[in-house]
Structure formats: C-alpha cells, structure tokens
C-alpha cells in the first residue's frame, strides 16, 4: 500500500510541473543591468582614483606613523681614554623599572587575568635583591607609574626582561661611569643626577665630549622586522670617537699614593704632583689630594671639586733661584764661572735679609747657591740686573698672565706693578728669592720646562684631542716659543745636577742616572701677611740630564713638623716618582754614571 501511494503521488506531481515556453528578455531589463554594474564599476574607479592620486600623501603619512618608529638618541658622551687606551670615564647603559599593576599578567595567561601585587613580588625579589613584603607593599600604593627601581645594570634588566611580566617596563638611560674611582677626579670632574658637568674637563670640555647623534627613523614590517627601506649611507654609523689624554694612568696612581701617604706623615693640608715633557708640554701625571670620588661625589665637600695646582697662587720660594740665574746669565749680569760673596745676612731698604739658617757661606760659586739655597748669594746676584729688566723678563715669562693651557679654571699669577718693583728695592730683593709674587705650580713647572728643553716656553696640556681606539694620536711636536738661549739654560742644568749629588736634592739621587734638582721652603702668606710658622714645600727635578725631557714638581702645602723643608717632605715623593718614570718610560742609564751595585755579604 505505501509503494503504490507512493507512485501515484509521484503521477499527480508530475500533472502539476507547468512547461513554461522560452521568451527573449526585455531590451531595458539588460540594459538597467549594465547601467548598474557600469555605476558601481566608475564608483569603483572613481574611489580609486581619489585614494591613490588626491589623499595618496595623507594616508601615506598615516602608514608611516604606524610603520616607522623614531628613535631619540639617548645624549651619551665620548668616553675619556688616558694615552695608552685606558678608560677613565665612560657611559653605560643602566635602567629604570617602572611598574604598572593594573596590567600585571604573566606569559600564558588569559588576556582579561590580572595578576595581584603580591605575585609579581614574588618574581622580582630574587633578581632585585629585594623582600617580597617591601616590593608588594610599593606595589600596592597606586595602579600604575610606580618606579620600584634606579640604576639597574643589563644584566639584571635581562633577568627581569625573561619572567616575561606584562605592566613592568624597564626604561634604559646612560649613566657616567668612573672606573678608577678618585685617582683623575681632579682633572676629569663628574656629571649630576642630571647629567650636567660639574667640574674638570666634563665642564671645560663639554662640548667635544657630547657624542654627534641624530633621532633615527626605523620603518618596520609587521612583525616589527627593520626594513632596508630608504636607508642612507651612514645610516648604522655611530660616533665611536674618545676623547685621548696625555696622562698615564700607572704613572698617576704612583704620584698619587706617594703624595697622599707623604701629606698624611706630615699631617699637610693638600700636595700635588705633576709630571711635565717639557719637549711639548704633555703631562704625564697630575695627582693631588685630598680629592674625591666622582661616582659619588654627593658625599664630599663642594671645596674638592676644583683643582688648586691650576687655580690656587703660592711664592715659590728656592724652586724659583734656578730661573732667576738664568735671567741673570741672559742679560749678562753674571757669568758662567764667577762667584758671589755669601755673608749670611743683607739689608736692603732698612730690611733685613738672612739665609734659611742664618749662617754664612763665604765666597760660593753659583752651582753652590743652589746647593745651599743662599737667600743672600741669590739677592747679590739679581742685584746686579737693572731692576726694570728683571721686571720685564718677569713679565715676559708670563708670571701676571693668563696661561694658555688646556686645564680648566687655569688662573694667572700675581706680579708687582712695575713702578712698584723698580721704585722698592725690596722687591727685586725679596723676588729674587721666589717671594713677593705668586703663581700656580702648574706655571711654576712650565718655567722648569723652559730651562729643561733649551729655553722654550711650551704649553702644558692634558688632552691630545679625539680619535677611535683603533687611532695612534702622535704627541705634539717639540714647539714653543724661545725666551733662553740653550747654552744659558744648559749651564743653570748643570747647576741643578750639583744640588742632587752634592747639595739638598741628595733625596732624588738615583745610581747610574743624571738628575738635577732644587727644593724650595717658602713662607706662606695670607692676604699680605706671613703666616707664623706655616710653610709650603717643594721640589722639582729635571732629567735625565745629558738629553733633559721629563720635569717632575712635588708641592706640599702646610706641613707640619720641625723639620719639614722641601728636602724632607716633598723630595721623598719626587724620588718615587722618578723611579715609576724611568721604568715606565724605559729610560736608559747615562753612559758615563757609574752603577754602584752592593757588595754581597
């Protein structure tokens, strides 16, 4: 019954289909149809060409504010090399930690999970060395902007990177790095919090040592990947330029621990140690202490930020006589061979004038002034110069004027006026012994230059100027301009060579090497009165003496002690010094001093 239903069913369908006859489509149905498509077509082509011709710069922009990414330059500085490569000072990249707790989600989590404060605490505690309640509790002070930590190194910043924490953001910055501490703050000085120079060649120098950076443009694809897509040339070059100083930075340290432990045995107030090549005024070595360290220059006192050997006036007392014999011989008011009677006391204008002892000498040679440090040889012998002349050669040697020199804050001496100098013999009298008018020790040993090179007065220096790592920078030529003639300065030399081996520079006298020496013990004055009882010593010492290069000047301020005297306290320090100098300048013996060699027991 349900096959035949079935099948009739399928009979009356079968009645039902109606044959409709093919009939031709109406001409305006077709050609409504084109008009449509032909309208969307030159919308189509009209949208188009809008898009790529009248707004092409405007979305084009907008595609490159989503591709492109600017990249500010971080304002790094040159780093700051001493003459064999050494860093002194440079940038490194540290970083902040910012954190934003209303974003905390860890690496895997759904995107709608916030993590709690406690948590994420828990992470940073190990690599922040920090307790998991002290962090929570900073985490918990507000949803977000909260710094949890400063000055944090890369390494620590790629372990904080890896916990792959949403909501921390490490912010990089470069800070100022000294890596050998106090040893060349007194010539390098320090940048603030800010990042501002504060003192030293980061302040007179600050320009030279900003890097040459530009923001740079990156256009990424989008998967962040850099594109090589209009790159100029030079678009990866960076500024690897140093600045390069003439300072050694083993010679350094050697000046400066014999200068610091000398000025502590003595009880001192400061010292300074300068090392000179008077052949083109490179300095070696430029110590001086008390000094600080400039990574946390924050806890000293603001007085150490300046360097007194440049800046700060002193008489230089005997360490002058050799420079004033020389003046002498120049103008021709003395010669090479004659003498001078010493009688141990002179007066000059009502004054009274003594030796440092006060004991007589006789009829002394002008190498044996120097040996015994004659005030009244010294003053009979300037005598004998036109007191206008020793006026003028003062001058000409620069003593009121401003040095020229690459280390800041330099300051000029402090000179008598001419009508007072000529119209007081007390003047001439007293200068002639290296008191009655001031200079810096930094003037003070570029004058020793003048008697160490033939009688040139070079410019001393610190800096040899910029170059890569990779870069030799040549030292300076000898130059300078000619104020001795050579045979004048050779003499007064050998003059000084007799106060290191039979005189008071005996300290210095190192075997099978020619020295020449002088100390100095000078009154101290403040505002135009002598302090009782407060000295400042000195010496300085030329070598070696057969071919005079290397000037070395130790000055100690305000000793304390019966017997402190240039010969006692600073002589000590030069020897050191000299020591360091000959084996790190490999400077041979001279050929003819004998090498004395102890005999075994």
């Known amino acids: 019954m349900r096959g035949k239903r079935t099948l009739k069913d399928r009979r009356s369908k079968r009645k039902r289909l109606r044959v409709v006859p093919l009939a031709p489509i109406p001409i305006y149905r077709l050609r409504l149809v084109f008009s449509i498509l032909f309208i969307g077509l030159l919308g189509l082509s009209t949208r188009m060409a809008w898009l790529q011709i009248l707004e092409a710069?405007?979305?084009?922009?907008?595609?490159?504010?989503v591709q492109i990414q600017k990249q500010q330059p971080l304002g790094t500085r040159r780093s700051i090399v001493d003459r064999k490569g050494r860093l002194i000072a440079l940038d490194e990249e540290r970083f902040r930690l910012w954190a934003h707790p209303r974003y905390f989600n860890f690496l895997g989590d759904e995107k709608d999970v916030i993590r709690k404060p406690y948590e994420v605490a828990q992470k940073l505690s190990k690599p922040l060395s920090k307790p998991v309640g002290v962090l929570a509790t900073a985490l918990s002070h507000r949803p977000s902007g909260i710094k949890l930590a400063e000055a944090l190194p890369g390494e620590i910043a790629s372990e904080i990177k890896q916990l792959r924490i949403s909501g921390l953001d490490l912010e990089p910055y470069?800070?100022?790095?000294?890596?050998?501490g106090s040893l060349f703050a007194n010539v390098v000085g320090f940048l603030n919090i800010d990042r501002i120079p504060q003192a030293g060649l980061e302040l007179s120098l600050n320009n030279k040592l900003l890097r040459k950076e530009k923001a740079r443009?990156?256009?990424?694809?989008?998967?962040?990947?850099?594109?090589?897509?209009?790159?100029?040339?030079?678009?990866?070059?960076g500024d690897d330029l140093n600045l390069r100083l003439t300072l050694d930075a083993r010679l350094q340290e050697l000046s400066l621990k014999a200068l610091a432990s000398q000025v502590k045995e003595w009880n001192a107030t400061r010292g300074v140690a300068i090392v000179m090549d008077s052949s083109n005024g490179e300095l070696l070595a430029l110590a001086s202490t008390p000094t600080y360290d400039p990574n946390n220059y924050w806890e000293y006192s603001p007085a150490l930020f300046r360097e007194w050997s440049v800046q700060d006036l002193f008489e230089p007392g005997s360490t002058f006589k050799p420079i004033n014999l020389a003046l002498a011989l120049e103008e021709g008011a003395i010669g090479p061979g004659g003498t001078v009677y010493d009688s141990g006391k002179v007066n000059i204008g009502g004054w009274s004038i003594y030796n440092h002892d006060r004991e007589p000498n006789g009829q002394i040679d002008f190498a044996k002034v120097l040996q015994v440090s004659s005030n009244v040889g010294m003053v009979k012998i300037m005598s004998k110069l036109n007191p206008s002349n020793y006026w003028d050669w003062l001058h000409r040697l620069g003593l009121d004027s401003m040095p020229q020199t690459d280390l800041p804050g330099a300051v000029a001496g402090r000179l008598k006026s001419k009508d007072v100098f000529v119209g007081q013999p007390i003047e001439p009298a007293v200068?002639?012994?290296?008191?009655g008018f001031s200079l810096t020790p930094l003037k003070l040993i570029q004058l020793h230059g003048l008697l160490a090179n033939g009688g040139k007065l070079v410019t001393p220096h610190i800096t040899r100027g910029l170059g890569r790592e990779t870069d030799v920078l040549e030292p300076l030529d000898a130059s300078g301009f000619q104020l001795l003639s050579p045979e004048i300065t050779k003499t007064v030399s050998s003059w000084m060579e007799s106060v290191v081996e039979h005189g008071s520079g005996q300290a210095v006298k190192t075997p099978g090497y020619r020295i020449g020496g002088k100390t100095g013990t000078a009154q101290k004055a403040e505002g135009g009165i002598y302090k009782p009882g407060s000295k400042i010593c000195s010496f300085v010492a030329t070598l070696p003496m057969e071919n005079p290069r290397y000037v070395v000047l130790v000055v100690v301020?305000?000793?304390?002690?019966?017997?402190?005297?240039?010969?006692?306290?600073?002589?000590?320090?030069?020897?050191?010094?000299?020591?360091?100098?000959?084996?790190?300048?490999?400077?041979?013996?001279?050929?003819?001093?004998?090498?004395?060699?102890?005999?075994?027991?």
């Open 557 to 601: 301020d305000e000793p304390k002690g019966e017997h402190a005297y240039g010969s006692t306290v600073a002589a000590p320090v030069a020897k050191k010094i000299i020591d360091g100098l000959l084996v790190l300048q490999k400077i041979p013996p001279s050929s003819n001093k004998k090498i004395l060699i102890p005999a075994e027991r």
């Open 217 to 237: 443009n990156v256009r990424r694809g989008a998967d962040g990947t850099p594109l090589p897509d209009d790159l100029r040339p030079g678009f990866f070059y």
């Open 174 to 180: 470069p800070q100022r790095v000294y890596p050998h």
């Open 57 to 65: 710069p405007s979305l084009q922009a907008r595609a490159r504010s």
């Open 431 to 435: 200068a002639s012994y290296g008191q």
